[in-house]
């Protein structure tokens, strides 16, 4: 089975922290992804990246950045957090070519 | 550009009703179509797709057929069950992208 699995279920900073979320895959997926998701609104892509060190910025990447060093794991740091950032954070993966993600279980994130 | 549409919730029905939860989509080229199910505290996961044309989707006793003529993508039960409880998402990714489309989704409680 493929396992996506993100480094906290529930996480709470402060406004201006710098906050890193991760997420990390087991079945050699090249494509990965970032959502936010929010109530009413759906799931809106954050950044996605398609192989080692390659990035696209989704609809809304505006005060989120990512990296990706390995192939399995892709990062989402938000640089200077704020209260509107509040929301569930989704990471997903798939393999090229491949129709269906593969998402992990989401961060809770709560600015205060 | 690319679209969604799926039926405002939430839908409350009664344990052995039959469910229907429509989807519309707007797409250039030919999508694949998917359905993704997401239960309290949880991220989503794949509940069946379909990649062509007349396809059918199954799974867990849910089905949607990929109907082109009315560009749409249906999802039916016959008979729910009070652990369908969720959150359901039509979802299309066309071809050639890296990019999925999500709907709103739609939540459903099911009563015993």
């Known amino acids: 089975d493929v396992k996506v699995t993100q480094s906290s279920r529930y996480l709470v900073k402060r406004t201006g922290e710098k906050v890193f979320l991760e997420c990390v895959q087991d079945?050699?997926?090249?494509?990965m992804f970032w959502y936010r998701q929010d109530p009413g609104l759906g799931l809106r892509l954050i950044y996605f990246?398609?192989?080692?060190?390659?990035?696209e910025k989704g609809d809304i990447p505006e005060g989120y950045s990512v990296s990706r060093e390995k192939k399995e794991r892709f990062s989402l740091i938000l640089e200077s957090a704020s209260t509107n950032q509040t929301s569930m954070y989704l990471c997903?993966?798939?393999?090229?070519?491949?129709?269906?993600?593969?998402f992990g279980p989401g961060t809770r994130l709560t600015v205060t | 550009g690319d679209s969604v549409t799926q039926m405002e919730g939430p839908v409350t029905l009664s344990e052995e009703a039959f469910l229907t939860i429509n989807c519309t989509y707007t797409a250039t080229g030919y999508p694949s179509l998917f359905w993704y199910v997401q239960y309290p505290g949880e991220g989503l996961q794949l509940l069946l797709k379909?990649?062509?044309?007349?396809d059918k989707g199954s799974n867990k006793g849910f089905e949607a057929t990929y109907r082109k003529e009315t560009t749409s993508f249906h999802l039916e039960k016959g008979s729910v069950q009070v652990s369908d409880s969720a959150v359901y998402f039509c979802a299309l990714r066309t071809s050639g992208t890296y990019k999925y489309i999500f709907g709103t989704g739609t939540r459903l409680k099911v009563l015993a």
């Open positions: 379909a990649t062509k044309a007349d």
């Open positions: 990246s398609y192989d080692v060190k390659m990035k």
């Open positions: 997903a993966s798939s393999r090229a070519g491949r129709g269906e993600q593969y």
């Open positions: 079945m050699d997926h090249e494509n």
